[in-house]
């Protein structure tokens, strides 16, 4: 099983809504990360979770919540957002960032925001 | 810090003619590198990768690139396009430097005439 599992694959949530994106991978990867994409323009890192434990913020607002509850799974929990925030939110995983390798791709939630 | 400069923005090709994306890297390690592929509202995919074994790497879809460490480059190109590669490309660094997160470059859109 080579595959990074997203959930939902689309998204609408209004702006007092409280929802939460979900990211599943079985490849015994130990590090996870959480991606935002505006259109036309390439991904950009929020998060990075090491062993379970959030090891980088890229000073993201607080209305976004990443979750790891094990080794398989990331969530991202979304409460008061704004419509700005609406874009395509990749998770992705490899084995171990601090060692490196190739880093798997889910498909992505498109997230909209009224 | 790791960086990649994707050099074109846009790349317009005819069906049946060859394709050349380019890409420059900038890392003080030894690098990680990737080319993925995005379709209109899609994620992304995983064309090919370098990791520091053979310099000429073959991918999927008839794609493949060459790391030239002389140049920082890693090119990717396909003898003959076809309609179905029309799609945005981002080639991705990783190195020791930036905790191996994998770096996007902007990204070039490749259009394939009739």
């Known amino acids: 099983d080579t595959e990074v599992t997203q959930t939902p694959k689309h998204l609408v949530m209004g702006m007092t809504n409280k929802k939460s994106l979900k990211c599943e991978q079985h490849m015994g990867h130990r590090a996870m990360y959480w991606y935002k994409q505006k259109a036309k323009k390439p991904p950009e890192l929020m998060f990075v979770?090491?062993?379970?434990?959030?090891?980088i913020n890229e000073s993201v607002p607080s209305r976004f919540s990443p979750e790891c509850p094990n080794s398989s799974l990331l969530n991202l929990h979304l409460h008061a957002l704004q419509p700005e925030d609406s874009a395509l939110y990749l998770c992705?995983?490899?084995?171990?960032?601090?060692?490196?390798?190739?880093?798997?791709f889910g498909q992505g939630t498109r997230l909209t925001v009224v | 810090a790791q960086s990649v400069t994707q050099l074109d923005s846009h790349v317009s090709v005819s069906e049946g003619t060859p394709v050349l994306l380019r890409c420059n890297y900038s890392s003080s390690y030894s690098p990680s590198l990737f080319w993925y592929v995005q379709h209109p509202n899609k994620g992304l995919q995983l064309l090919l990768k370098y990791t520091s074994a053979a310099t000429l790497v073959k991918g999927i879809n008839g794609f493949e690139a060459e790391f030239k460490k002389s140049e920082t480059s890693f090119h990717l190109t396909k003898p003959s396009a076809h309609m179905s590669d029309a799609a945005e490309y981002f080639c991705?660094?990783?190195?020791?430097?930036?905790?191996?997160?994998?770096?996007f470059g902007r990204g070039t859109s490749l259009i394939v005439h009739p």
């Open positions: 991705v660094v990783s190195d020791q430097g930036g905790s191996y997160i994998p770096t």
């Open positions: 979770y090491s062993y379970e434990k959030l090891s």
């Open positions: 992705a995983s490899s084995q171990d960032y601090q060692v490196g390798g190739k880093a798997f």
